[in-house]
DNA sequence: CAAAGATTTGACCGTCTGGTCAAAGCGACG
DNA sequence: CGTCGCTTTGACCAGACGGTCAAATCTTTG
């Protein structure tokens, strides 16, 4: 296992290809449809090679995890509290799609560990994510009571602004299935879900 | 292989039984993640006897799937074209989330596939989804042309429904993690995906 | 250039997994 | 009660899988 005081040239770029690798096939076969071969071939290193610089599969995959959090609930901290409520909301559901857009592995990734239990990353759930999101439901409900935004419940806004931009994402398939070839997808979607939100948020 | 032509009382029986443990065992752990050993124990049957009423592993998947589909897309056909459209939207809506807590295995098992490129259904989402989807934002476009509902893009209207009431069953780890224990996620899903709904389709 | 260390690999292992098969149990019916 | 067809199972198999290991190769550095 390579010495965590010196990281080399070679096993950082060797890291970067495992975990590149490794996201392309957990994010299409999940974590126990994913082999370590397939990842290997991926990757264009040996099996052997991937347990010298990942201690095992799991070592992967929670790696991928780890950054992808963060990665994750970045768009949220750059909402500013002293905006304009609606439009930082709505960047911040930009910002939310694009990422969907620009990384559907991670999206698919992290949605595919939620939906089987979260088993490895629970712990992050109820711990930095539901301080990170309590935080900003005091501040959605301080523009609530403003009056600046429709009432509603905070935390539940914030899942409804989720739940829309991950869709487009994590159901891909789907979506493209029903819109047909034609149509582009991303292009209409980044209208219609600010258009969504705006509705959402006017004061009454 | 049981013969189609006379499904006795114990086929019956032990078909069910199976569906039942598939259903526990796919949606938990994925087809790949899925053994049928733990089908077998769950279902209270040897291995070698699922195999006598499936013919493979595929083939139990493949049964749930096709049952799924059916009850996934009932309640959009009830929608009536000659009812109120809000009502009938938030009827919809309702029938949806109700669908997702009674039935979060199903939720979740159908996430999954999609999420994993839809292999085994791509047809049917291409086929059946899309037709059934096509002639509903027909009537969703009238009732926009008619000023009853806001206008917007009645596929990406279904969308959000879609994204919004799956939410709940899907990443119920997530909503949970993030809400705690103490708050009844379902019952404020249910009251505060009512009230977003209102709010998108009220016409300007 | 030689020694020391980092990196890479072929061969291998134990286990798990989907699936097969022949034989045994069992229930209905003449 | 015997037989015939439906049902069930223990034993087994071939391939895949995660992981190990000792040996080989390549890099760095004194």
Redesign the pocket.
């Known amino acids: 296992m390579?010495?965590d005081a010196?990281?080399?040239?070679?096993?950082a770029r060797?890291r970067a290809r495992i975990l590149e690798a490794g996201l392309d096939v957990f994010s299409t076969d999940g974590f126990?449809g994913?082999?370590?071969?397939?990842?290997a071939g991926a990757s264009g290193?040996?099996?052997?090679?991937?347990?010298?610089?990942f201690?095992?599969?799991?070592?992967i995959y929670l790696a991928l995890l780890d950054s992808l959090l963060q990665t994750w609930l970045d768009p949220l901290r750059a909402l500013d509290p002293h905006g304009d409520p609606v439009e930082e909301i709505l960047a911040y559901v930009r910002r939310k799609l694009t990422l969907a857009r620009d990384f559907p592995r991670e999206s698919r990734l992290f949605a595919g560990e939620i939906l089987r239990g979260a088993p490895q990353i629970e712990h992050a759930l109820a711990g930095d994510l539901r301080d990170l999101v309590d935080s900003h439901a005091i501040i959605l409900s301080e523009w609530m009571r403003a009056g600046r935004i429709a009432r509603s419940d905070p935390h539940h806004l914030i899942f409804s602004i989720w739940a829309l931009t991950q869709h487009y994402a994590d159901f891909d398939v789907q979506v493209r299935a029903v819109l047909g070839d034609e149509r582009d997808a991303w292009a209409e979607a980044a209208t219609e879900v600010e258009q969504h939100f705006r509705r959402v948020l006017r004061p009454d």
Chains 1, 2 share one sequence.
Do not use: C
């Not at 010196?6 to 096993?11: A, D, K, L, N």
């Not at 994913?34 to 990842?39: R, V």
């Open positions: 390579p010495d010196g990281p080399t040239r070679i096993q060797n126990r994913a082999t370590l071969d397939a990842i290193l040996s099996k052997p090679n991937l347990l010298y610089y201690s095992s599969k799991e070592a």
